[in-house]
């Protein structure tokens, strides 16, 4: 790699890992990058999942306090996401990318309205005096979805789950922010097995990315801590948005 390649990858990396510790879509600033530096889409795909696996249990562990109240809760939701990672994982080896980009926009611009109106579909769904959130049959349904998505592709993963656990009845957002980046440390770690195993990484290009991710996903999940939990939201809402505007912008062109 030359110093450009080297600095464009390493820059995207770290944007991607303090960007899924603190709302999702990392994969959207190191996927591209990726790409641009001449790696094909499957294994750029592939090696995008493995680099950013220690930035997810970096940002798991910058909660680790929050996620101390969820044991019980966590189990089910982590062995959900754990058997959906790798069937993900397996598909992608099957699929090429080019089939399921055209999918991204849609998927995104659902997620993030969902997430939006997320507190009003709650009340309706659970009831204004609902209590805390359970392991409903819902709930896991929708894990297990994402946990598709994520061992899949990856990229608005850390948004379409922000959005089945706030519709699953979790209200507070830096607690949404803990689970979803525990469980998304489950899903990364059972796709990298599969992709390493499959022999689809670049580890030059991974192993850059493995350092830099996992610098932005802890220094992302600490300064999330600190921002106020309507603020958080709004960012949220509107990296969703921008996302989606973008990549509807790239599929028309």
Not at 10 to 24: D, H, K, R, Y
Not at 82 to 92: K, N, S, T, Y
């Amino acid at each position: 790699m030359s110093i450009l390649e080297i600095l464009l990858v390493g820059i995207a990396a770290f944007c991607a890992g303090a960007m899924n510790s603190v709302a999702g879509g990392g994969t959207f600033f190191s996927f591209p990058a990726l790409l641009a530096v001449g790696v094909p889409p499957v294994i750029a795909n592939a090696s995008n999942s493995v680099a950013l696996w220690p930035a997810s249990l970096s940002g798991a562990w910058a909660f680790r306090n929050e996620l101390a109240r969820y044991k019980r809760y966590l189990i089910p939701m982590g062995i959900v996401s754990f058997v959906g990672g790798i069937a993900g994982g397996l598909l992608l080896l099957t699929t090429k990318d080019s089939t399921f980009s055209k999918l991204i926009p849609w998927l995104l611009l659902f997620a993030t309205v969902l997430f939006a109106f997320s507190s009003k579909l709650s009340v309706l769904l659970r009831g204004a005096s609902a209590g805390a959130p359970t392991n409903s049959p819902a709930a896991l349904a929708g894990q297990a979805v994402v946990s598709v998505y994520g061992g899949f592709f990856g990229a608005g993963m850390g948004i379409l789950m922000l959005a089945s656990l706030a519709m699953a009845g979790h209200d507070d957002v830096h607690e949404i922010n803990a689970i979803k980046n525990l469980l998304s440390a489950v899903i990364y770690s059972v796709t990298v097995l599969t992709f390493v195993i499959a022999g689809a990484v670049s580890w030059p290009h991974t192993l850059l990315m493995l350092a830099t991710a996992t610098l932005g996903g802890y220094w992302g999940a600490t300064i999330a801590r600190k921002i106020p939990p309507q603020w958080l939201r709004r960012f949220i809402i509107a990296v969703g948005f921008a996302l989606t505007v973008f990549y509807f912008y790239k599929t028309m062109m």
